[in-house]
């Protein structure tokens, strides 16, 4: 099982799509979205797992956590 890093997490409401959505801006393209607060923060949870393990399969550098950034 990997060792997933912490990373940060945008969490926003998307009256277009109405659901939460959820981004993870130091992993390229990692979003997941849920009906619920519950349900985006389980879903974006398996994608970040998901994200890593692919980079992983393609050998590509997973990026280290960098905490709070300065535009979220």
Same mark, same amino acid.
């Given at each position: !099982? &990997? ?8 969490? *926003?409401?998307?009256? /277009?799509?109405?659901?939460? &959505? #959820?981004?993870?801006?130091? $992993?390229?393209?990692? !979003?997941?979205?849920?009906?619920? $607060? #519950? /349900? ?16 992983? #399969? ?5 990026? /280290?956590?960098?905490?709070? &950034?300065? *535009?979220?």
């Amino acid at each position: !099982m &990997l060792n997933i890093p912490k990373y940060e997490i945008i969490i *926003y409401w998307s009256k /277009e799509d109405d659901c939460y &959505l #959820a981004e993870v801006p130091e $992993l390229p393209g990692c !979003m997941a979205d849920g009906k619920t $607060l #519950a /349900e985006v923060t389980a879903n974006v949870e398996i994608i970040i797992r998901e994200w890593i393990e692919c980079a992983v #399969a393609d050998g590509d550098e997973i990026p /280290e956590p960098k905490g709070r &950034l300065k *535009y979220a």
